[in-house]
């Protein structure tokens, strides 16, 4: 709490539409427009007991929000002769926001940030495909984007003697484009490859400025005007091997590249930027269907080695830095289950394991994290449902539908220490919608059992700090199609 009130309430609204037109049968043209207002209690983390994992009630002195408007806009073209099908899409998102922070998560007055930030995205992506499907398919495509973000941080330290205050400002931005291809040929009758490539280059740019105030000076920490460009070619094989329409089995082998970019806090000069990471990705798969397509089965084995991996460091008093910690290695199964006895029946059933650890991490001098696991990623995942349509005619309905789920993950690591991990838990939620029409009505529930479990947790100052996840939650829907 705060003030004695709620530290994690939420207001928010949506608006969404959709337009389409059709002027001729070979062209179609959709524009879609989003608006989305949150204001809502954040930052709200407690003590955590280390043994049980219970979270203590949040006790600060300052009032800790998040405040977010966002709006999204999207224009896509579709053209078709009987050679080609081309297709373009053009998006803007435009998003402001603030938030203000408790950053020592305490009644005492210690230190807190409060940060606005404005940002504006534009991308464009124009794709071309063969329309024919025949023994050799092909496609080729573009994607550029602009991407700027003014962002205005201050910290005020009030533990110091004297108190001072830390003035940051960041005129960030960043232009990149892509150029990817991929070719499909039916080798036999069964047997297909699939080959692609796609060439990436961005450069970024971070204007950057701190000022430190106390109550009478005004003295400058850092600034810089400083350039970083990234170029990396990213290839993709598969091959498919198909016994009939529902039946195959699968490889591919693919290299994955994030890239690197500027750090908004940081303690060595070295650390003001942090570098790109690289993956090769291999997996194996397959799928069918049995009884007549009542019954589909799907199946993964996959292998991940990840290199120069980013990772994600807390700064007391001060932040988040990301840095290129070394390398990892992900490897797992995944398997799922989809029955649907009836066309007003249907129940899934999936399972997932994965094994993640460094494989080479020095955290510091101090600290050799080699071998630890990777902080969020669950050992195991588990999912089943059901899903059911009843006819139901009457004044006020057409049919009912009943829904219940069940989810579980865990055990998962919050830090690269691998001291503190979330045990494995489990979810169960429910709905019950009755529909009329265009009409529908619909009474949820989530966490039935109301499980106990951590939703986040971070170790800061000495601090083990978090939030219990969401406990059982009941609400009304109401929905209508136009």
Known sequence: NYNNEKADKLNAASLNGRMEWRPRTNLSLRLVNGFEYVKQGAFAYGDVNGETNGVDSVNINHESYYDRRIYDTGLQVDFHNTYFWLRSQTSLQLLDDTYNVDQDASPRDLYYAVQSEKQRLLSEEINIKNVTAGRYNWNFGLFAFSHAIDRSTDVFINMANPAYQLEKRYDDDSRGIAFYHQSQLQLTSQLILEAGIRYDRERANSIHTENKLTADTVVLRNQYDSPLTFSQWTPRISLQYRFNRDNQLYATWAKGYKTGGFNTVFEEEQERTFGPEKSWNYEIGGKAAFWNRRLFAEFALFYIDMQNQQVKQLIDMQG?????????????????????????????????FTHATFSRYTYSS??????????????HTL?????????????????????????????????????????????????????KGRLNLTLWTKNIMNSSYLGYYFEASGRRLGKPGKPFTAGISLGYSL
Do not use: C
């Open 320 to 352: 988040v830095k990301i840095f290129n910690a070394g390398s990892s290695v992900s490897k797992g199964a995944e398997i799922s289950l989809k029955a649907i006895p009836s066309p007003s029946a249907s129940f899934t059933l999936s399972y997932g």
């Open 366 to 379: 101090e600290a050799d994290y080699t071998g630890n696991y990777l902080p969020f990623v669950p050992r």
């Open 383 to 435: 999912s089943a449902g059901g899903d059911f349509t009843v006819p139901f005619r009457s004044a006020f309905s057409d049919r009912l539908r009943l829904q219940a789920n069940y989810t579980g993950m865990g055990e998962m690591y919050w830090h690269e220490n691998n001291r503190v991990k979330q045990p494995f838990y489990g979810l169960l939620n429910a709905s019950v919608g009755v529909e």
